[in-house]
């Protein structure tokens, strides 16, 4: 399995204003910022690739195996450079041989390295990758790699991409498929790239050639907040689905059955034992009711057990057993699964294993794959209805789910059969924010009050994710720094949460406030911007250089309220207008009133769909700067 996929990074230095002036959406901004994409360069170029893939048999614990080879010529258009040549790999694909040529001539002095490939957020992997620097001296010469590479078990053998990482001139890529080797080649994204595919039979061999070329083909880029690369780059699907041999068949996925069982037999043995069913019972000890139970076993294993990434051959599939997760205090997604479901079925409940793929995979169970899932979690039948527990989701709450599980199929333990469903989808008022303000002036240009917020859903894990980035014992300071992004004159005092790592699914917090500055007073008038949090200010999509999709990180409704008095021997000469937009991702509004000597101040910001299409981008700029002007109307009191 591929650890869960992380949407949110921290990137400060490229935010105008202080990283927190976003409190929750923590990236709108600096998603304008991150959008674009790398320049084509075309100091080198792929002038040619030839690769093939043929399905062969083999003898052993292998029977069936894929062998590629492809050839690489690279050439060089401008000025003199070398680049890194890789090649991944694992426990089940052997690099057979490499052989390379710098301008025609055998480069014996070229030694290829191989070594462990180290992945952030990967606490053990088994890949490796085979690497060295091609050079290429001066304009014109080219560099050439022959690959051999063995594929042991075509279970793992699953997707071919086009793209290259430098512009392709032309391409060849070749499927020689046996009459006795059963796959389907499923294709994707192929729209707007020149591909071309061709079949033949080779009668002497009684096998199929599928052939596919592609000319002019764009080197790979990178964007921030993009689909995963399954929605959006050329790709074939390989759905290996059986072998008939003289032996007899040998099954690999030709339908979900299939699928089902090889996964059903990696988590079938029992993993109880009473250690396990004592914890549970430990924790749950003060607990009443099964709700609660549950709940607290839940946040026991959000708090407790540090998930790390584990992909090692067949153990990229096989949970740890649950007893050693519980000692150890570590595991993936499939061990912190498997926890769960012991410690709950050591409470008698009916807990089940789950499979699914998150919402960076294009495919689902339609395409018997081990393409299609990269994530496993548990589910807690009760009363006629299923919970979802992701326990990877440190701050999720229960019956909450993270945008990236979120209507996404999951296949269900189920004996010998399975249980094919969806995990619910959640509207935007799972995730809502509220602030309530009541302030006031104390001087001439600054402000004092209250405030009370509450985080739920994904806002508050959110929330809970960045302050955690410290040490615990540090929380309350780091969330006052949240609060305050980090601006001396937002001062806060008397801080009260509710529990920061409780079960709750709602984090309340309070505080007073003494905001310095906050107005501007010239002669007889005070101006005074009152929204400081400025929720999507300036997320304007630069579509000069962005040329996917944006992906949000998830959904979330912001309602801010704010009561101010009019400062005393004042009247209010200029309140700004009121405001609403409405676009298919987003719905806004904005609405000032005076009552006597009140100011009430309102916004709702809800983000109802997080696949902004760039067909969308023209109208969500023209909101987002709309929407930053209007932040910037002020109300401007003058002295009676």
């Known amino acids: 399995m591929e650890p869960f996929f992380i949407f949110c990074h921290t990137f400060e230095n490229h935010y105008k204003k202080p990283l927190m002036k976003t409190p929750l959406f923590l990236a709108f901004f600096l998603i304008s910022q991150c959008l674009s994409s790398q320049e084509d360069d075309r100091n080198i170029i792929l002038e040619s690739k030839i690769q093939e893939f043929h399905f062969e048999k083999a003898k052993g614990s292998t029977p069936i195996q894929v062998k590629e080879k492809y050839v690489e010529i690279y050439r060089c258009n401008q000025y003199r450079t070398d680049i890194l040549f890789s090649e991944m790999y694992n426990e089940n694909e052997v690099i057979e041989n490499i052989d390379i040529k710098v301008n025609g001539s055998k480069a014996k002095w070229i030694e290829p390295q191989y070594d462990y490939y180290s992945v952030e957020n990967i606490f053990y992997s088994d890949a490796r990758v085979c690497y060295f620097h091609l050079p290429f001296e001066k304009k014109d010469s080219k560099s050439e790699v022959k690959l051999e590479k063995t594929y042991k078990d075509p279970k793992y053998f699953t997707t071919v991409y086009f793209n290259e990482p430098y512009f392709v001139e032309t391409k060849t890529i070749s499927f020689v498929v046996p009459r006795w080797m059963k796959v389907e080649l499923k294709e994707f994204n192929f729209q707007g790239y020149n591909i071309k595919k061709s079949s033949d039979y080779n009668a002497k061999d009684d096998e199929d050639i599928i052939k596919y070329t592609i000319s002019a083909l764009p080197a790979l880029k990178s964007e921030s907040y993009a689909p995963g690369s399954s929605f959006i780059k050329p790709h074939l699907l390989v759905l290996c689905k059986e072998a008939i041999t003289d032996k007899g068949r040998i099954p690999f996925f030709s339908t979900l059955d299939d699928q089902y069982q090889w996964y059903h037999q990696l988590v079938s043995r029992e993993d109880q034992n009473s250690a396990i069913a004592e914890k549970a019972k430990e924790l749950t000890e003060h607990s009443t009711g099964d709700i609660e139970k549950v709940k607290t076993v839940f946040n026991w294993v959000q708090h407790n057990i540090r998930y790390i990434a584990f992909e090692d051959g067949i153990a990229g599939f096989k949970p740890a057993k649950a007893a050693d997760v519980m000692n150890k205090r570590y595991g993936d997604c499939k061990g912190m699964a498997s926890l769960m479901k012991s410690l709950l079925k050591g409470l008698g409940y009916d807990a089940r294993l789950c499979w699914l793929g998150t919402n960076h995979i294009a495919y689902d169970y339609s395409t018997p794959s081990m393409a299609v899932d990269n994530h496993m979690i548990c589910a807690w039948f009760y009363q006629g209805k299923k919970y979802f527990l992701d326990a990877t989701e440190t701050n999720i709450g229960f019956n909450e789910y993270a945008e990236r599980i979120q209507n996404r199929q999951v296949l269900i333990e189920n004996g010998n059969n399975y249980i094919l469903d969806r995990v619910p989808s959640t509207k935007a008022e799972q995730n809502i924010n509220t602030q309530k303000i009541n302030l006031k002036f104390d001087g001439a240009t600054n402000l004092a009050g209250t405030v009370v917020q509450s985080y739920k859903g994904e806002s508050r894990s959110d929330l809970l994710t960045k302050i955690q980035m410290t040490k615990k014992d540090n929380l309350q300071r780091s969330l006052e720094s949240y609060l305050s992004e980090n601006n001396q004159d937002y001062v806060i005092s008397n801080l009260k949460t509710t529990d920061l790592l409780g079960a709750d699914s709602v984090l309340q917090i309070s505080y007073d406030l003494h905001h310095n500055k906050a107005a501007s007073a010239f002669g007889n008038e005070i101006y005074l911007e009152i929204d400081y949090s400025k929720d999507l200010e300036g997320f304007v999509i630069d579509q000069a250089t962005r040329t996917m999709d944006v992906v949000l990180p998830f959904k979330t409704y912001t309602v801010i309220e704010a009561e101010l008095q009019v400062p005393q021997g004042y009247k209010v000469s200029q309140l700004p ?57 002020q109300i401007v009191f003058v002295k009676q």
Do not use: C, G
């Open 577 to 633: 207008s009121n405001a609403n937009w409405k676009h298919p991702n987003i719905d806004i509004s904005i609405s000032y009133k005076q009552q006597a000597n009140k100011i009430f101040y309102r916004k709702e910001v809800k983000i109802n769909d997080v696949m902004l299409k760039k067909k969308a981008f023209d109208a969500w700029d023209t909101i987002m700067k709309d929407l930053t002007h209007q932040y910037h109307e």
